[in-house]
């Protein structure tokens, strides 16, 4: 009879684990996920020029707000921009992120708009919307990235930047304002870098490195803009 | 007293017990914590990919000229954004912009927050050519919802949508160009709705709001604006 004990106890414990509910936060992993944006304009590892601290419009005098203005180099319009930053996962390196570009508003009396929506893979939920405009998306494709320890840096060209002007959309030159739905506040943690970016009242004429804030290296994990941290799988969608 | 084979025994067979019961756990997540799940977002693509195959509205409904792109408005709409841009526009004190201004305030109904610094006027070439409030409020599956309400002396716009979703219907009394979201839900959709005005147009822009909800702002903005 004792043979016959092993298996039996095997099934028993299979039958038991799938049975048996998980606790309340049964989704929840237990890593801590992070996501530490870095400035869209050009290339990797290039010197990023700010053109405007943290504003809602860059005015004279500008408003306050939780936006800042990219110069995107070169001349005219046309230029990319990026989906880029360090992506944090507190307990392995892995595919823990899954990105959505998609187009909020487009149209010659606007200023455009467009966001990438940030989910984590485990749930499936949306968990952070950063949001850019006066620009296009060339590629529109979702995407999944790796994260793992504060080193781990991604980067994706999404678009081009355009000429925004219209009847209500004022618009001075080429750049990419960036900036965050806030979403999701009682889980998710959204912080700015306001210690390392000035205030719109401090530099709102390009370039602020004229001023001494910048340039700044745009893949450096220094220089994170914004940063959205939570626990992984908190919500089910 | 047991004997050590007895004892082995037991924790062998408990040892299998315990590995069954993480084997079931691990089974059921479906492999591990790098499993992907799949994501209510994971519908978008299969959704626009379905709708961008449908023929796409182009031509001109009350006075007001519409089409997927700029390139494929009627060359007067083409010609008059040239003008009106080519002295450039920039944002102006919201006084200044008093006749776009609605005869009656704006008031969206409950749930609509209005953004922080709007609304925001806008002059091209030193003349008032835009007035704009822009709202958010819950939109599809609880993501934020964003709502554009702009009063501008253009008559025209580029919704890139098919030729199913836009029509045009009577709102609290005023005629408008309706476009629909492409599903009811609105999800990661756009959608609009214009009124033609004396001076131009107002419009309404609108993304990840249902169709429900885009005609409840329309109402809303039709008694602002009549």
Known sequence: MIRWLGPTAAIIG????????RPASGNLTGAQLAVALTPPTLASGSSAELNCGWHTACGSPPTA??????EDGGTGF???????????????????????PLVNNQDPNTCDIMTVWITEIHSGALMAIPTYMHVNITSSANFSWQGGPWTVYNSRQIGTTIDDTGSSCGFAGSHVHEDHTSYRTNVVTITRNTDLYPTASQCHTAPCSSLGYGPYTNNSINNWIRRFAWAEGVVPH | MFSRVRIISILLVAALGVSGFFAGRYFLAGGGSEAQQPSPLDQIAPR???EAAEPRFKGELLGIALAPSMDQLPLEAQQAQARLTSGGCVGIPVEQAGALNAPRPL???DGYVLKQGYPQATACSGRPSGLEWDFTVSGAQNIPADVTVIRVITRYATPDAAASRV???????????????????????RSNAFFPEPFGMTAIYAFNLSQEELLKVAVAVAEATQ
């Open chain 1, 14 to 21: 299979l039958a038991l684990g799938m049975i048996i509910p």
């Open chain 2, 48 to 50: 626009q990919t379905e």
């Open chain 2, 107 to 109: 008031a969206l109904p």
């Open chain 1, 65 to 70: 707000g939780t936006a800042l203005d990219w």
């Open chain 1, 78 to 100: 046309g230029n990319p921009w990026y989906f880029r930053g360090f992506f944090y996962v507190s307990d392995s390196v892995r595919t823990a992120y899954r990105m959505y």
């Open chain 2, 167 to 189: 029509s045009v219907q009577t709102i609290n009394g005023r005629q408008a160009v309706v476009v629909t979201p492409a599903t009811p839900d609105g999800l990661a959709q």
